[in-house]
Nanobody, 124 residues
């Protein structure tokens, strides 16, 4: 399965963005990740086909993940954006389990189907 993220752009601090992720076929769970320049990739949130949701520390109560199974798609609603949210955002297929999402360095091999990502830039 391949996944493609879209919906990024330039937004002012305090603004909102909604990212979309479309999978090439049904996948049991979809995760959102981000990678800022010079930093490691980190897990933001994941959602299973049954609606189970897990969030990483970076979500900080400002990001909400949702899913449309009929469209093989997942979404990441981001609010109260900060300059430190600037990163390339990716989605991938993998098990939506808290530690596997949050400890990306240890469990990176569990995630697959990475697309090119979408750039989010938050200006101050």
């Amino acid at each position: 399965v391949q996944l493609q993220a879209s919906g990024g752009g330039l937004v002012q601090a305090g603004g909102s963005l909604r990212l979309s992720c479309v999978a090439s076929e049904f996948t049991a769970a979809i995760g959102w990740f981000r990678q800022a320049p010079g930093k490691e990739r980190e897990g933001i949130a994941c959602i299973s086909s049954s609606g189970t949701v897990r969030y990483g520390d970076s979500a900080q109560g400002r990001f909400t993940i949702s899913r449309d199974n009929a469209k093989d798609a997942a979404y990441l609603q981001m609010t109260s954006l900060k300059p430190e949210d600037t990163a390339v955002y990716y989605c991938a297929s993998g098990p939506c389990i808290g530690p596997i999402l949050r400890q990306y360095r240890e469990y990176s091999a569990k995630w697959s189907g990475w697309g090119q990502g979408t750039q989010v830039t938050v200006s101050s």
